[in-house]
């Protein structure tokens, strides 16, 4: 038996026209059948890291790299990633940017028919990787009609049908639902009784009190900590480090600001109803949204949160019903900021991504500059606006997305998982953006699965299942934990 899993020796990288390294003086050892949980503010290289654990750091990604890696005693200079594929498996944040095919058999088969293996015996893989991650129902199923979980649960099995010994999972909780993370958690923690190691980059942290051995924590490209995972429950590393609350609603309730004056609503919903063909639909919504108000949506995964939202911002067009804006006219503005920022984000720095379309507001050019510098400081993301935005950690995207739009000054602000990579620091920068928004009188709508979030921002919770709206109220009396079990169906525990 290996001595270890994965090696890695004063591991330094740096991407292309960067000054800082992005990696500096890694050194960890990692036995088989551990379970890592790695962890830090967005942009301290956890990422990078993970490119390099499977060879895309060096042989895809450019950059200055020295030190070595060792997977399985491979080193990863000296082998094709084809190779390190079947000792080692990678699942992205997002598992559509994996996937290479349409049907879930056909994704299944994929990597060991490009390995040359037999027909018999790629069936049998299909097979038990389908049941090893509960979905061998789907198996002829569209994989791009699956949820956010069932298609994480497929790129894991995906990977599984290499029989690799080592899995590291990039962010995969970010767009689940409570019950789809446990589920996934649940897949890793038999994963790891089989003796696979595990390797979980993530910033929500509930998770790994149960089923982490050890805690990595990152900043600014360094191992600042490598503990037990009760390190988590300690808030001054917490604070210092950017790390989220692994017990969330086990804390005392303490929104931000709860208070919204009452005023005319900036929109009524009236009995809206909105159907794709496919027996789902959005029936009888009912709602409104006042000035300087931060309304949270949560549901389920496909209870039709996004839905909605696409409805408000004109994307789609209602069926029945009406929206009726305050001032009733185009100059009404909405602005939407999509899950997945890498399909809005279109320029080639974070500058021009904010300063892009406001010629609209008539502001002239050292006004506009203002603004811009203005937003940029208050998101941390002055040091970056010379940067390609889709060279930036997922975190950093979804910022700079939140600024782009802000800096546009919209009447309602639609976020969809605004959240997404980030870590408890850079959480608390948007955090005090919506607090200053809120005071200006700016309608937020905020979906998310994010608790934490949830807890500081919103002023007000409705709840969506299977397209009806079941539940409104204030976020305090609605944000527990028996309204959420009957809000996700399977609900036993937090996804933070």
């Not at 000035?291 to 909605?308: D, H, I, Y």
Request: proline share 5%.
């Amino acid at each position: 038996m290996l001595d270890y899993a994965l090696e890695i020796n004063n591991l330094n990288f740096k991407y292309p026209h960067q000054i800082n390294q992005a990696l500096k003086n890694i050194g960890v050892k990692i036995k088989p059948g551990e379970f890592l949980f790695i962890t830090g503010k967005s942009g301290c290289g956890k990422s990078t890291l993970a490119r390099c654990l499977n060879g895309i750091i060096p042989h895809i990604m450019g950059g200055e790299f020295s030190g070595e890696v060792l997977v399985k005693s491979k080193n990863t200079l000296q082998h094709e990633i084809s190779d390190l594929a079947q000792d080692i498996g990678f699942i992205f944040q997002n598992p559509e940017s994996q996937f290479f095919t349409v049907k879930v058999e056909d994704e299944l088969a994929f990597a060991p028919e490009n390995m040359g293996l037999n027909p018999p015996e790629i069936e049998d893989r299909i097979e038990w990787a389908l049941n090893e991650v509960e979905m061998g129902e789907y198996r002829f199923e569209n994989v791009f009609n699956l949820s956010e979980g069932q298609k994480q649960r497929i790129a894991v099995a995906a990977n599984l049908t290499l029989l690799p010994d080592i899995l590291v999972l990039d962010e995969p909780t970010s767009n689940l639902d409570p019950p789809a993370a446990r589920k996934l958690f649940k897949i890793l923690g038999k994963l790891q009784r089989q003796n696979k190691t595990i390797i979980l980059i993530d910033h929500r942290t509930n998770y790994a009190l149960q089923l982490a051995d050890r805690v990595l924590i990152m900043d600014q490209g360094e191992i600042v900590q490598d503990q037990k995972p009760d390190i988590l429950l300690d808030e001054d590393t917490r604070k210092h480090y950017g790390i989220r609350n692994p017990q969330v609603l086990d804390d005392n309730f303490s929104p931000v600001n709860n208070e919204t004056k009452p005023q005319k609503p900036l929109l009524n919903i009236f009995k809206l109803h909105y159907s794709y063909g496919n027996g789902f639909s959005l029936d009888d919504i009912n709602l409104h949204i006042s000035p300087g108000e931060v309304l949270g949506v949560v549901g389920a995964n496909g209870s039709g949160k996004t839905t909605l939202a696409k409805v408000l911002a004109g994307i789609l067009k209602p069926d029945k019903g009406s929206i009726s804006w305050s001032n009733d006219d185009s100059s009404f503005k909405v602005g939407m900021i999509f899950q997945n920022p890498d399909h809005q984000l279109f320029m080639d720095s974070v500058y021009n991504e904010l300063n892009f379309g406001l010629e609209e507001l008539k502001l002239k050019t050292e006004e506009a500059a203002y603004k811009i510098d203005l937003i940029l400081n208050s998101m941390n993301l002055a040091k970056l606006k010379k940067r390609h935005p889709h060279s930036l950690s997922g975190g950093e995207k979804q910022r700079t997305l939140i600024s782009a739009f802000l800096v546009r000054e919209p009447h309602l602000l639609i976020m969809d998982e605004p959240t997404t990579g980030m870590d408890y620091y850079h959480m608390q920068k948007v955090v005090r953006e919506i607090n200053r928004l809120q005071k200006e009188d700016l309608g937020i709508m905020i979906i998310s699965h994010d608790l934490e979030f949830l807890q500081q921002t919103t002023t007000r919770l409705v709840i969506l299942s299977q397209g009806k709206l079941i539940k409104e109220g204030p976020t305090e009396k609605l944000l527990t934990k028996e309204n959420l079990r009957q809000c996700f169906p399977g609900y036993h525990g937090l996804s933070s």
